[in-house]
């Protein structure tokens, strides 16, 4: 499999991350006995595509990060690596333990228990900042690279 399609595919596991998030985050502003299962259900979605994300990311990264680094550091953009993809490599840790923990805070009754669902709503509306937050420096990374690359010809 080449670069670009591990690439996408990271990205389409870290996108259906951040949209499942969003999606528990209205079911449990409207958590009722009716929709309870599928903020379960839909939690557990947000935990496994994240790890997916986190694995095919890190395949990448080992396996073909190594000359866009190169490239980016010896390009206009060297910040672009040397702060957000250092950021992405450590803040991703805290959107791991996040998202693992969705689906265990999400296991009570949120809609009886405002305690429960506020815990939920904290949790959810972090991984959704977070998320949004790595994407964007996903996005400056790979700009980085193609300014590197543009001014290595």
Known sequence: MNNEIVMMIHVL????CIVSAVWVLVDV???SATNLARIRKMS????VCMWLAFFIGGYWYVTFYGVDKAVILKGPW???HDFFMEMK???VFLLLLLT?????AAAGNLATNKQARTLVLWVVGLIVLIGVALDGSGAII???AKVGFMAAK
């Open 142 to 144: 790979g700009v980085g």
């Open 78 to 80: 060297p910040w672009a």
């Open 100 to 104: 693992t923990y969705l689906p265990i």
């Open 89 to 91: 490599e450590h803040v």
């Open 29 to 31: 502003l409207n958590a």
């Open 13 to 16: 596991f870290g996108m259906l």
């Open 44 to 47: 557990l979605v947000v935990a």
